[in-house]
């Protein structure tokens, strides 16, 4: 029994864990971003090539991991690729760079976080999570995507005195050629705050698209494959129409390689894939209440590598933003449980009902001689044979054999 409670305690942990880790690697890409941007190099190729790397690290996964697996390929799931790649990588990504280059780092991190809101409300819209605001749970989801929302805002807008924690002396940026041309662009605030929400919806469509498309193709690797496919054909075409100087396109043994090629394997090739793997299981919902995380740990790995300086609105946000994720968490348990207890599951302590039921015989059956009410009752005999220990304290259900 005790190890049957611990084994249910670590599944229930899992896929938090799972986007912890996945939060991190994301704090990597925003740092390796800033410092391609630093050397030069024009984002849009680096999303090109992001997405072609992981397209190349996860096609033999998906080849070899899941050949035995992996059902039928169908022009449902080639469509679903496809606006999984748009949405959630080559325009979305595009989307939030445009944005980021016409207002600032602060106004386009601020509206990225809108993202869990917008994922909650379609995904109530397209039928794949409940609101229950009359519940304690359902309020408790509502309440903690509000106040991570709202210590994203805190983290992002409020500094306040500056909070000396540490210091390691250490700032990558310096061993970079300071430019601004990966990130040149004008000033519009208005146009810019629209592609920003234009980004925010992308990245929610595509969590809503992958929810269902991992209804009917549960291969976590082949479906990301898939979609990183289809993200770089769209990339590339797009960053061919933007950037027609080839010089930008060449790699060497520097910081560019290093970017593209983390960007590729761990930013997109894993990260993707556990995301893909924790919608499946969790929802999308679920998924998107962990990106207001990325802006504490990108606080934190900007203090340890970059020499930025943490701040009072940084500790009080992040604060926010966890009491906020551990809310949504606790509320998503509580319909859980309330779910599992709707619906009997198997359990080590449990036995399973057996009912044996004697069928009357036919008319054609009966014998010359036979006693009336001897056929009778054999007609309404039903004899129960039910284990102690059935869940659901009834009586013997039927069906449940």
């Known amino acids: 029994m005790a190890m049957y ?22 704090a990597g890409v925003n740092i390796l971003y800033k410092l391609a941007a630093s050397n030069g190099m024009n984002l849009m190729l680096v999303i090109a090539y992001r997405f072609i790397f992981a397209t190349v690290f996860l096609a ?17 799931v080639l ?36 993202t869990p809101a917008v994922t909650f409300v379609l995904a109530i819209s397209f039928g794949l ?12 989801k509502v309440a903690g995507t509000l106040m991570g929302i709202g210590g994203a ?16 002396h250490v700032n990558l940026l310096r061993h970079v050629a300071a430019t601004q041309q990966g990130l040149e662009g004008s000033s519009n605030l208005p146009l810019g705050s629209l592609l920003a929400v234009a980004s925010c919806f992308c990245y929610a ?15 976590k690797y082949t479906s990301t494959a898939l979609m990183t496919f289809m993200a770089s054909i769209q990339a590339v075409v797009y960053a061919l129409c933007r950037e027609r100087d080839w010089s930008q396109w060449k ?7 290093l970017t593209i090629s983390y960007l590729g394997v761990v930013g997109s090739g894993l990260c993707y894939t556990l995301m893909a793997w924790c919608i499946r299981v969790r929802g999308p919902v679920f998924v998107s209440v962990f990106n207001p995380l990325l802006l504490v740990t990108v606080a934190l790995a900007g203090s340890m590598v970059l020499d930025e300086k943490l701040h009072l609105g940084s500790i009080l946000g992040s604060v926010l933003i966890v009491l906020g994720l551990y809310a949504v968490l606790w509320g998503k348990r509580k319909e859980n449980k309330k779910m ?20 009357s015989p036919n008319k054609n059956d009966i014998k010359e001689g036979d006693d009336v009410q001897e056929l009778a009752q054999k007609e309404s005999e039903v004899i129960p044979e039910s284990f102690e220990g059935k869940r659901g304290g009834g009586g013997g259900g039927g069906g449940q054999a």
Do not use: D
């Not at 033999?60 to 449902?76: C, D, I, Q, V, Y």
């Not at 748009?86 to 780092?105: I, V």
């Not at 605001?133 to 408790?140: D, E, F, H, I, Y």
């Not at 599992?340 to 069928?359: G, H, K, R, T």
């Open 5 to 26: 409670r611990l084994s249910k305690a670590v599944h229930e942990m899992e896929a938090p864990l799972v986007m912890v880790v996945v939060q991190v690697a994301f």
């Open 340 to 359: 599992n207890q709707l619906v009997p599951s198997s359990s080590p302590n449990e036995s399973e009902s057996i009912e044996i039921v004697v069928a």
């Open 251 to 257: 790699l060497g043994w520097n910081i560019r390689l």
């Open 60 to 76: 033999p996964l998906a080849f070899f991991l899941e050949r035995k697996s992996r059902p039928k390929l169908t022009w449902t």
């Open 205 to 219: 469509l595509w969590l809503i698209i992958q929810a269902k498309m991992s209804e009917g193709f549960p291969c």
């Open 129 to 140: 999570e409940k609101a229950r605001l009359r519940t304690v749970a359902g309020k408790a």
């Open 79 to 114: 469509v679903q690729a496809f606006f999984c790649g748009l949405f959630g990588a080559s325009m979305g990504q595009n989307l939030y760079l445009a944005s980021l280059s016409m207002t600032s780092a602060t106004y386009a991190s601020a509206m990225a976080n809108l």
């Open 153 to 168: 805002m805190l983290l992002t807008f409020y500094k306040g005195v500056e909070v000396n924690l540490w210091s390691t």
